[in-house]
Each structure stands twice: as structure tokens, then as C-alpha cells.
């Protein structure tokens, strides 16, 4: 059983719920989000999509790597 996340929802809430999306995300180019105090700043208003846009990642790259880690995306 896959474990759902939502693109609009915050990396602070997706980050909560599943700490091991950090590893994914650095894996994905995300590199900030594991600076110390990034999610507890940035990562409140940061979602998904918007930092898919800023990063200039590919929604079916990321979908794949969240896939290999057990995860779906939804949107």
C-alpha cells in the first residue's frame, strides 16, 4: 500500500506526517530543505508544486521518485 501525498499540501505537513521525504526531496534537487530551521520557515508556506516550479522538476520525475519510496503523488 502506497503512502499519499498531496502537491498543494505544505513540506512542513508532508515532513511531519513522513519524515523520510526529506531524503527524497534532497535526492530530488531540494537541497534547502534539510538546512536546520528551512522547514520550520519556508517549509510552513512551501508546497510540493511550488517547489517543483521554483527547482524547475519535472512533475513525473518527482512522481517516480516518490513511487520508488513507497509514496503516490496526488494532485
Not at 49 to 60: N, P
Amino acid at each position: 500500500m502506497s503512502k499519499a501525498l498531496k502537491l498543494d499540501e505544505s513540506v512542513f505537513e508532508l515532513v511531519t506526517r513522513h519524515p523520510e521525504v526529506v531524503e527524497i526531496m534532497v535526492e530530488l534537487g531540494f537541497r534547502d530543505i534539510a538546512k536546520p530551521g528551512m522547514l520550520q520557515t519556508a517549509g510552513r508556506f512551501m508546497t510540493l508544486s511550488k517547489g517543483m516550479k521554483l527547482k524547475k522538476i519535472e512533475l513525473e520525475t518527482v512522481r517516480r521518485a516518490f513511487w520508488q519510496h513507497g509514496f503516490e503523488i496526488i494532485e
